[in-house]
């Protein structure tokens, strides 16, 4: 596949700048001239028609109307006269799948513009790219001229949103469905239960989410709703229910399943825990069999995800009628009878007629090959897969809820490591990946801004070619499509003030701004560790905090680090990023005092004075640095000895928060110093 | 009634500061100490018991939950434990009507808090100042401990919105009646037809909405659930259907109702019309018993809003069938001939069981005195129809699209000018008022900029006592009020960066932010006359400018003209107020030439040049005559007559918006000119 892509200035007389396209598109040509977007915008269909592609219409005009401001109200219209002409070949499936043609092509003149593709998912995915064109101009709304050849480099681009740790409502996933959209995602993994809640209605075993959901669950018509919802933006929706673990709600209604003696509570602590269904039982399969039975009906995708994941074995193990079990079939530990209830369990998810999918435990020697491994460890653990003839998934390296930057998960490759090295029939079995998102720090209040612009990358890694690596051009891209994203209707940023007010109580919140745009949440597991200390590891915890508050990336952070790197280049020469450092650092410098009436005023607040005092510091460390160099001195070794421990001090996470903009002053201080700089591994 | 209400410091060790209350309490007492309001909060009922109850407390949960981000979850609790005990009394009526009980009693105490009220809608208000009394302290989310009484002045505290201009969704108007329940406003005026269009569904009539909506109509049943979603705020819905004139949309489909001759389309322009109602005509008659019969099936409430404004009588005069109508019934002028419609069109709505209401223009001797007349006129015209015995409502005043300051609505009453020479018995017929929210230059995109947070000023006008008013108190609570209703959903803060933004196409959009915060829309109907010299004042002229980006009234302008006042006061000595005076003109002084590459890139922002240009000249002299003031010297009067030319120029109106900043600026020269200010009126 030849690459034609390019992020350049536009030839066009009419349109200067970058093309905010995410993903990248697999080939782009640029054309002189554009588009002109009036409120006589208008659309004809030729070839394959269907009510879903009307449906797309109706949406694309509204998208287009709420990105202009202006009124437009396309239907179907006369191809003579018509802005866009969409031509679709055939249907799709009936039910959609990850093997269809995704393919469109687009093409922008100045007169018009033309949208070709196979099946309605190749209009949906020509619809949002032609969506990311359209931008103001000195004559109007308009799109610049393209020809755009577009087609996905893995087949299987999903998103993971756990609602058994913090229940999100139906409302909060479809605006996040079309943000998947936007980024031509096309899986929506609906993580559905866990030890913490069964969130779906079953009218078999109403029990499941009557005992254990504290009334929090989606009824049938609900989910049933969301799957058309998402099949109208192109996006397969597969259901988890994870067993033979995180199962200890389903044992709340359903003791008789699980492995150990009940009574059972909905669990309200966050972690790993013993209870597991007893595979040894008839009536557990006959249970499952029912369940999934059910569940297909609500679920028309060809895949069902069955977990698998993070067995203890500890109820297995001191239950003897299970140790009896296990000997009598010569099943020598708990993997062995991890495995045989995975067997059972493909057996009843096929006779449904679905695929399994489940994590990487599941995978072992006699598991069916088209069983489908999602991997949670690695490349390493694809190839495993993929030598044993399963399709995998890579999830390694897109746990969003690990609060990476958006260049980390953009530099995670399905195709790395071991599975880099499988002949190319094996890596064909690697089938792409999906984001995840665990919601044990994530409410539906925030959940977009755990989500967004972040999922975007992880889209794009799926989508395009994988040369497409330009940190710089992506973070320009979805620096755009971030306000995309609002006018669509998500709230990563809007949210932010309205957390941030509620915090203080205060009218004037500028320097808990100016705090918060300094800051970033801890990484990993450090918060579960921490929790641990405080015993808040649980979901009575309020949500409310400033780390809850503030995005997982600081874009101020970034962007003070690229002025501190260029002025380092400079040689300290560059006066006038020099003035932009200082003007910074003078804002944080005087920042501790302004805040303080607001940290005193607030329960909530409070535990932000030390991280707050400790940007007051630093700023001034990086004030004394600047003096140093525009007065061409080295400092004393006393003085860097110091700094770099204050420094390193800053640098250690508070109440869940790091002070991001630490490392670059440091980075500063150690040039201005002549001291190399630290190992900055983590960063 | 006596009055003791205070906005006093607060007593309490553990909440300083202000209460927040909109609309004031008629009785107030604060208390020494503080109830927490924590993840266990919890509800009991005393008496009087139904499921809307129920679901106000779930709804109250939420909000609380939202308020404090604390995982808040309350049902009915065990009344010995809950925080919050509540005792109703008896039902409300079947249908909400304007004479029944409001009034509820609320004591917080540092233990638990208790509520009671005559029937339900007490307990609804009681819970809307609940929540307003929340806030954050420095040990947590509390309530200070008070004693309330509260009951209305007015009975009817009304919002209109028009949705035959601009159609607003149903999630828009849902949001908006949230809002209206925060501040206690009992009645949503629904202004569902006009000559733009006929917006809710009829089965007898299918063609009023099928040509008459451009597909853009409430059926019955969404309007059915917006009523029953009203009643559970404790909201009427009264529906009007404007007739005999603004009716055109009525005659698309059904043309045989005018009196002109068809055919008729769909009106797209703004302004007042020709075509009219037949009143001549039997089957005119019968039509509108059809249709108020087949709508009172929809709309419970007793009242009915049969409109009746702007009939110009051209239709009427130029019809020689009704002509020599008029001659046989001795109707000797247009008056009496809508007289003799309302006459008749009373019959029928009391046919159906339903007061009429109708604007100023009904009023006429015969009138039966159960009709309400709602005038758009003032005070005078309320009191000429008490003394015809009919009941009123004021909007004069009251018109949020005229884009008046919040302190201009506040200062409008109900009992002023000749109602307030009225005996006590005509008085009580003023029943209250109405803000009126027309949508010629508003979309469902700003809607809520344009009502939030005016309409809680004018809420608060109809709830608390008369000589609750006190603009700075008033400017305070509402500039709370605005974030905890951008916490319950409304959008009409945050939703202004996005217009910004799009209008701009820009990434850092600071300058614009700048700009946007000195300037106003202009007022009145000005922007109708611009609009008619640009042949825009129609539906397709996009509403997506910087007029339509910003607030009606700029806080900043506010404040700085505050700041100003404040400076001139001291004598120019005050020389804390002399640097922010210094330092905001500093930024407006050099942001035009920040803002030019945004206002290049942008054909909608290019108009707004000149604006951003007067800026940058007003900021300047402002300057100028902070210098002579700070050097004790008297600008010479052509310094000064030169200034105030450049002001005077800078304050006219330019591309729909005024440079608000530019009167306070002149306050200033003025000042240090040694000149007397002059009349200011307008501002």
Not at 131 to 139: E, H, R
Not at 271 to 298: C, H, N, Q, W
Request: hydrophobic share 40%; with cysteine.
């Amino acid at each position: 596949m030849a690459l034609v892509f390019s992020i350049a200035v536009f030839s066009s007389p009419e349109i200067s700048g970058h093309l905010n396209l995410v993903p990248l598109p697999s080939h782009l040509q640029i054309q002189p001239g554009a588009l002109s977007i009036t409120s006589s915008f208008s659309v004809a269909f030729q070839g394959y028609q269907e009510p879903r592609l009307d449906r797309a219409i109706e949406r694309f005009s509204q998208q287009l109307a709420r990105q202009t401001g202006l009124p437009i109200r396309t239907g179907r219209g006369d191809p003579t006269a018509a802005t866009l002409i969409i031509h679709c070949d055939h249907a799709s499936k009936p039910a959609q799948d990850v093997d269809e043609d995704e393919s469109y092509s687009l093409e922008v003149r100045s007169d018009k513009a033309l949208l070709s593709a196979p099946n309605p998912l190749g209009v949906l995915h020509g619809l949002a790219t032609f969506a990311q064109l359209v931008t103001i101009t000195p004559q109007g709304f308009a799109a610049p001229a393209v020809k755009i050849q577009d087609t996905p480099r893995f087949p299987w681009r999903g998103l993971m949103i756990d609602v058994a740790r913090h229940f999100m409502p139906i409302s909060v996933l479809k605006r996040n469905l079309d943000g998947m959209a936007a980024v031509k995602m096309n899986v929506f993994h609906w993580h559905l239960s866990d030890y913490q809640g069964f969130r779906i209605e079953s009218k078999k075993f109403p029990k499941l989410q009557e005992l254990g959901s504290d009334g929090r669950f989606y009824t049938q018509e609900e989910a049933k709703d969301l799957v058309a919802y998402a099949r109208d933006l192109g996006i397969m929706v597969v259901p988890e229910f994870d067993v033979p673990g995180h199962a200890t709600a389903w044992f709340v209604g359903y003791p008789h399943l699980a492995s150990g003696p009940g009574p059972y509570q909905i669990e309200r602590r966050w972690g790993i825990f013993d209870p597991a269904l007893d595979p040894t039982r008839k009536s557990t399969y006959s249970f499952l069999d029912d369940l999934v039975g059910e569940m297909s009906k609500v679920f028309p995708a060809p895949y069902f995800h069955m977990g698998g994941d993070e067995v203890n074995g500890k109820q297995w193990d001191s239950n003897p009628q299970i140790q009896s079990f296990m000997r009598a079939h010569e099943l020598k530990d708990n993997h062995e009878l991890q495995a045989y209830f995975v067997a059972h369990l493909q057996e009843i998810v096929a006779k449904h007629h679905r695929t399994m999918i489940g994590w990487d435990e599941i995978l072992s020697p006699g598991l069916p090959t088209n069983v489908i491994v999602q991997s949670w460890r690695g490349q390493n653990a694809l190839a495993d897969a993929a030598n044993q003839g399963h399709r995998g998934l890579l999830s390694y390296g897109y746990y969003l809820d690990l609060m990476h930057h958006a260049s980390e998960h953009y530099s995670v490759d399905p195709i790395a490591d071991a599975a880099a090295l499988l002949n190319p029939d094996k890596q064909k079995l690697i089938l792409g990946g999906e984001a995840c998102m665990w919601t044990e720090y994530v409410t539906a209040e925030n959940l977009d801004s755990r989500l967004w612009p972040r999922t975007a990358v992880i889209a794009e890694r799926l989508w395009s070619a994988p040369d497409v690596r330009d940190a710089d051009s992506m973070y320009q891209r979805i620096g755009h499509l971030s306000w995309e994203l609002e006018i669509l209707g998500l709230t990563h940023r809007t949210n932010m003030e309205t957390m941030l007010r509620r915090l203080s109580g205060a009218d004037d919140i500028t320097p808990l701004w100016v705090l918060a745009q300094t800051v970033e949440p801890i990484r990993e597991y450090q918060r579960e560790e921490l929790a641990t200390q405080r015993d808040t590891l649980n979901s009575a915890a309020p949500l409310n905090r400033l780390v809850d508050s503030i995005p997982p990336e600081s874009k101020h952070a970034r962007e003070f680090a690229g002025l501190v790197d260029k002025y380092v280049a400079s040689g300290f020469h560059d006066a006038t990023t020099e003035k932009y450092i200082r003007e910074q650092l003078n804002t944080w410098a005087a920042n501790d005092a302004l805040l303080q009436p607001l940290l005193a005023n607030s329960s909530i607040l409070k535990e932000d004075a030390a991280i707050s005092s400790n940007l007051g510091v630093v700023a001034s460390l990086g004030l004394q640095a600047l003096d140093f160099a525009r007065s061409n001195q080295t400092p004393g070794a006393d003085w860097t000895a110091k700094a770099m421990a204050a420094l390193e001090s800053a640098k250690k996470p508070k109440d869940d928060l790091m002070l991001t903009v630490a490392q670059p002053i440091e980075t500063l201080v150690q040039a201005v110093s002549g001291v190399a700089p630290a190992n900055k591994a983590g960063r």
